[in-house]
């Protein structure tokens, strides 16, 4: 019935259901793009880039039943893509985020790269949701947790190294591990939800 409608509209009749389309699932779709991607002009290219497969759809006469719901998929495909193209960007300039004191990046820390192409996507939003939380944290509470937890050094080494004690050393670290905890735990719940 919709393929019908598309073929029985005419141009100027697509672009105002197009239109109006648009008016009335911007500001969700946008607000969905957003709990995902912190800049705002990133967000609003993810944004032109699903608006842009919708206008594809009904050029191609393929317009979509439930519109809004296909939008937060086709917008979750494009947020997934610029995390995977920023996570290979980050490997293939050797800027590969935090890297244990072994050598190896914080995406060996995640499941192996599955066959299945979701288990992948997952990966890399997860990978690219650590990398940002960890980059959100304050440089003192940053450099603890990844010198404790990523990169294996002792507290009393790393009070040697720095000149700090141990128990401030502890404590930024605590205060790290709590906020990581609500980030992540913020964006497993909207994964959840999705």
Do not use: C
């Amino acid at each position: 019935m919709a393929a019908a409608l598309a073929q029985a509209l005419n141009p100027s009749q697509q672009d105002r259901q197009i239109e109006l389309t648009v008016q009335r699932e911007r500001g969700r779709l946008l607000g969905f793009i957003r709990r995902s991607v912190a800049d705002a002009a990133e967000a609003e290219d993810i944004l032109q880039e699903t608006l842009y497969e919708l206008v594809l759809a009904y050029r191609l006469l393929q317009p979509v039943e439930q519109v809004g719901a296909w939008l937060m998929r086709v917008a979750r495909n494009r947020i997934i893509d610029r995390f995977r193209r920023k996570a290979l960007r980050r490997v293939a300039d050797g800027v590969a985020g935090d890297v244990r004191a072994d050598g190896n990046a914080l995406a060996d820390l995640l499941p192996a790269a599955a066959a299945d192409p979701e288990t992948a996507a997952v990966s890399a939003v997860l990978l690219a949701e650590i990398e940002a939380a960890l980059a959100e944290l304050p440089a003192e509470q940053r450099e603890a947790f990844v010198a404790h937890e990523l990169e294996g050094v002792s507290f009393r080494e790393l009070a040697a190294r720095s000149g700090v004690s141990t128990n401030t050393l502890l404590s930024r670290k605590h205060y790290a591990t709590r906020f990581l905890r609500e980030r992540l735990q913020a964006v497993w719940d909207d994964w959840l939800m999705t």
